[in-house]
T-cell receptor
Framework: GAVVSQHPSRVICKSGTSVKIECRSLDFQATTMFWYRQFPKQSLMLMAT?????????EQGVEKDKFLINHASLTLSTLTVTSAHPEDSSFYIC????????????FGPGTRLLVL | GQNIDQPTEMTATEGAIVQINCTYQTSGFNGLFWYQQHAGEAPTFLSY??LDGLEEKGRFSSFLSRSKGYSYLLLKELQMKDSASYLC??????????WGAGTKLIIKP
């Protein structure tokens, strides 16, 4: 199956710093990548949809200036949490779609962010 | 509004069979997905149904009835490693995935 990697797997940072998370599709080209956030014991919450070469589409309530998304190539998307605060501590998961809109999303292993 | 319903938690015995139900009300339908998520890990893809009927894949099967807005995931010969949350997700008319809250499955020896 399609493989998606994420880096780092875990990060601890001080409040006010910025954190960058990378999402890569290893064996396929992903025209669309998705960024999710998951709080403990809750379901996935879509933050934004990222299409290669264009601006990301953010879900309602997600601050685009705080969560910067760059999808510069068909195999790489990055999420930067700017000026992180403790309430941003969460499990961030990316997924990538192998083909068109109806295709399956494959998930990266996730990045656990802890902001002190 | 759009809504996906699945039980919060289920318990089953090792070696047995368990059926996890999912009902949905969405604006349009472009397929239903089942994902498995172990605690602290990202979801992994299990199955995809877009037509009515049963899709079998090893110990796992998934069923869909579009007219009833209903699906189930059937797990046979349960193993301890099957203890996880099972997420039902429906792709709506805009090709957005609408997620259920997940069903936590506890397997007892």
């Amino acid at each position: 199956g399609a493989v998606v990697s994420q880096h780092p797997s875990r990060v601890i940072c001080k409040s006010g710093t910025s954190v960058k998370i990378e999402c890569r599709s290893l064996d396929f080209q992903a025209t669309t990548m998705f960024w999710y956030r998951q709080f403990p014991k809750q379901s996935l919450m879509l933050m934004a949809t990222s299409n290669e070469g264009s601006k990301a589409t953010y879900e309602q309530g997600v601050e685009k200036d705080k969560f910067l998304i760059n999808h510069a190539s068909l195999t790489l998307s990055t999420l930067t949490v700017t000026s992180a605060h403790p309430e941003d501590s969460s499990f961030y998961i990316c997924s990538a779609r192998t083909g068109g809109a109806g295709e399956t999303q494959y998930f990266g292993p996730g990045t656990r962010l802890l902001v002190l | 509004g759009q809504n996906i319903d699945q039980p919060t938690e289920m318990t089953a015995t090792e070696g047995a069979i368990v059926q996890i139900n999912c009902t949905y009300q969405t604006s349009g339908f472009n397929g239903l997905f089942w994902y498995q998520q172990h605690a602290g890990e990202a979801p992994t893809f299990l199955s995809y149904n877009v037509l009515d009927g049963l899709e079998e894949k090893g110990r796992f099967s998934s069923f869909l009835s579009r007219s009833k807005g209903y699906s189930y995931l059937l797990l046979k010969e349960l193993q301890m490693k099957d203890s996880a949350s099972y997420l039902c997700a429906v792709m709506d008319s805009n090709y957005q995935l609408i997620w259920g809250a997940g069903t936590k499955l506890i397997i007892k020896p």
